[in-house]
């Protein structure tokens, strides 16, 4: 079955600086690559995602790239801010059944 | 528009006895998803509905664990016995489609002593 790695598991940048969370996923039937954002006590919230014919995607500041070749995919913060400052899981799907990743806990120092 | 609500938001019990926990979808939207969250990990799928239908409870252990969607709307998982393991966060989640966006409610954290 499909199995997705996700790093770093920690992230600390400086407000302003970029932020990239880097995921691999196994199966290459996978079609579908969402980002969810998880705050403390919320559950995760859908931030961004690409499908597979599709190589990058933009949306303000953040911005998700895909390399169906080497099966990564990848969530670029630009700017960031302490709003930011969250859980981040990657997901990789060919159907309606999600594989998370482990997780990004991203800290954006003021 | 009202997102996906879960009852109750916390819920502590002792090993050996039964829980049950609620969810109420988004207006519209058909399919229903479980997920168990564990400290430190992502989601994962215990159980899909198509309206009233179970279509994917593969991940589900059934000695313990059963749902119910009646009426295709609010839907209930339950665990009796519970054990210490499942200690979690039980995520529900909707979606207008299948595939589609998948919209989570806040969870339920169970705490199992």
Known sequence: ??????HP???????????????????????????YKQ??????QLIID?????GEKKDQRIAVTLNKTAKHFSLHITETQPE?????FCAAS???KLIFGSGTRLLVRP | EAGVVQSPRYKIIEKKQPVAFWCNPISGHNTLYWYLQNLGQGPELLIRYENEEAVDDSQLPKDRFSAERLKGVDSTLKIQPAELGDSAVYLCASSYRDPGEQFFGPGTRLTVL
């Open chain 1, 94 to 96: 060919k159907s309606y």
């Open chain 1, 9 to 35: 598991s920690t992230l600390s940048v400086q407000e302003g600086d970029s932020a990239v969370i880097k995921c691999t996923y196994s199966d290459s039937a996978s079609n579908y690559f969402p980002w």
């Open chain 1, 50 to 54: 690409i499908r597979s014919n599709v």
């Open chain 1, 1 to 6: 079955g499909e199995n997705v790695e996700q």
């Open chain 1, 84 to 88: 930011d400052s969250a859980v981040y």
């Open chain 1, 39 to 44: 705050e403390l006590g919320k559950g995760p």
